[in-house]
C-alpha cells in the first residue's frame, strides 16, 4: 500500500572513495560529472497522487526523489502529497521514470512556463510559412527519449516550433509493461501512456515513418516523398526487435514483443492458439520477464537460449545462477546452452528441434532476443550508423570521418555514446531511465552546442521482477571481472552484489546488483566510477569471473 508521510531532510549523498593512478581508455574518477541528472528547478510547489493498482514497489521514485517518497522496511510506499518547489523537479522526474506510471503530478508549471494543465500555445503549423522568423527543432522518434528531450527544450525556454515525428499511431507511452501487465491484461493501452508531460507544446506527427536524412540541407525527408526541414535535430529512433534469419517468417504462432501493436498481435494470436505450451527464445530480461508471463497464465513455458545460465552475460555466471534457480523452482523448462536447428510449423503446433536432438512441441513461440537499432533510414546521410548512431561525450552525432554535427543530438536506445564515467568505449544502453536522462541531455547539447554542452555521465539503472522477486541495477554490471557479495547471499536470494574492474586508476566500481533489497541499493550507487574501499567487511563473499554485460533485483511486495 502506499501512505502518505511529512516531508525529510534531504538524504545525504554518499561519499565517493579516493582513486589511485587495465582498462584501455578508463578515465580518472575525478575527471566525470556528479551522478545525479541535471535538472530544471521549479518555482512552485506541487501535489502528487499514487496509485495503488499500479504501483509495484521498484523503488525508482525513491531513487529519483528521497526527499518525497520512502519505501519502508514492510515494503510499503510513504510518500508527501504535497511537494515544496525546492522538491518539484525531482518528482516530476519520479514521475517521469516511474515505469508502471503510478504517479500523477498537478500543479506548478508545465513545460514552456504555462500552469500545468492548461494549454496555452497558439496551433503550430510546419509549412514554411509558418516558419518566418521561427526556428524549428525536430524530433526524430516519438518515444520516451523524444518525448523526454522535447519536454527539456520548453523547459529550457525554447519559444520556436517543436515538432515530434514517430511512425506509431500513438503518443509515447511505457515499453516494460508490454512483456508483463499488458500481456496479462492488467493494464490496458490507455494505462501505458506517459502522463508526466502530457501538456506539451508540440506538433505531433504520428504514424509517419522517417525515410532519410539531408545533414547538409538539415532536411527531413519523411513517407511520400514529403521533406521536412529543421534547425536542429534530436534523433530518438529507438531499436527493432531482433529476429533469427532462419525463424519461419509465415507464421502466426511466431511473435517478437517490442511495440504496442506486437504486444496487441501476441496477445490474440496466443489466445487464437489456445496455447498451452509456449517457448521463449533468449534468455535476457525480456525472455525472462515473458516466461514469468506466461507461467502467470498456467502455461507450460521452456526458455531456450543459447548461453547459460540465464542473464549471464548480464549479471555474470554466479548471479544469474540465481535467476535460473527462480525460474527453475517456478515451473519453467530451461534449455540452456542450445540453438534450434530447424522450424517446423505443422499448421495446428511447431516443432523446435534443437542441437542435441532434442524435439520441442508447442502452440507458440515469443522470440525475446533483443534489439537492433532503427538507423536504416540514416544510409547515406554521411552519419556514423556503424552500432547505432555514433555520437561523442555530449551525444552531438558524428559522421564517417569523425566529425561533429553541431546541429544534430541523439538519445535513448539508438544512440552510442562513450561514457567517461567508465572509459572512451561507445556503448548503447537500452533502458527507460536513461532514456528520460539522455533525452534530457541530448536536448541541453542541441541548444548549447558541442563547445559549451557537458559530457553526459550517467550511471546506468535498470530492473526487473522474475516470479515475485524485485531485481534491481544501478552500473554496468557487464565491465567487472570481480564481483562481491557485500550484503545478504546467494543462498537466500536476497543480497547486493559489487561488480569491479581493475584499471589503471585502481579498482573501480562498475556497478551494483540488488535482489530484494531495493532500500540498500541506493548506498552504492554514487560508488560507481569511483575507487572500491580497501578494507572488506569479514564475511563478504567475493566471486571472480563476472559478467559480459549489466543488470538488476528484489522481493515480493506487500501491499
Known sequence: MTT????????????????TPAVPGAVSAGSFDPARPVLVPEAEPVRISVDNNRCHIYGICQQEAPEVFRISEGGSLHYTPGVPAAYAAKTRQAARCCPMQAIAVSGGQAPGGAPSGQYTGRPLRSGSGARAGRRRIVVAGAGLAGLSAATRLRERGFEGELVLVGDEPHRPYSRPPLSKQFLTGALGAADLAFRADDTLDAHWLLDAPVTGLDPRERTLELRGGEKLPFDGLVIATGVDAKRLPEAPLFTDRIRTVRTLADAVAVRQAMAAAKAHHVVILG???????????????????TVVARQAPL?????????????????????????????????QDHGDILRLVLDDGSVLTCDFVVLGLGGTPRTEWLRGSGLDISDGVQCGPTCHARDLWGHTAPHI????????????????????????IHAVEMGQHAADALLRGPDRARRFTPVPRFWSEQHGTRIQAAGLPALGTEVEIVEGSLRTERFIARYTRPTPYGSQVVAAVAFDMPLRLLEYRDQIGRARPQSRIAGRTELTGAAGSAGTGGRRRRR
Open 311 to 343: 542473464l549471464g552475460r548480464v549479471l555474470g555466471a554466479r548471479v544469474g545462477e540465481v535467476v535460473g534457480r527462480i525460474q527453475h523452482r517456478a515451473g519453467v523448462d530451461l534449455r540452456l546452452g542450445r540453438n534450434i536447428t530447424d522450424w
Open 4 to 19: 502518505s508521510r511529512p516531508l525529510p531532510a534531504p538524504l545525504p549523498r554518499t561519499s565517493p572513495g579516493r582513486q
Open 283 to 301: 534468455g535476457g530480461f525480456v525472455g525472462c520477464e515473458l516466461a514469468c508471463t506466461a507461467r502467470e497464465h498456467g502455461m507450460d513455458v
Open 409 to 432: 543530438v541523439a538519445a535513448g536506445d539508438v544512440a552510442c555514446w562513450p561514457n567517461p564515467r567508465f572509459d572512451d568505449r561507445p556503448r548503447r544502453v537500452e533502458h527507460l
